[in-house]
């Protein structure tokens, strides 16, 4: 009977110890996704900023889009 509940505590402290680092790994992947994201953003909203002004540096101004009602 010793023995079982021994097991029982050494089977439970090690799916703690698995579940820890699973729970750890997914909270860095989640951060690190979200970096990226935002780094992302940021070179594409810059990427179009840069394009705008070279459009309208050349004279070019977007056109506007225009809704018939």
Known sequence: MAERSKALVLGTSLRAWVRIPLVS???????????????????????????????????LEPATPRFEV
């Open 25 to 59: 790994n997914f909270c860095l992947f989640a951060l690190a996704t979200h970096l990226a994201a935002q780094v992302s953003v940021h070179f594409i909203h810059r990427k179009l900023r840069c394009l705008t002004k070279t459009v309208r540096d050349a004279g």
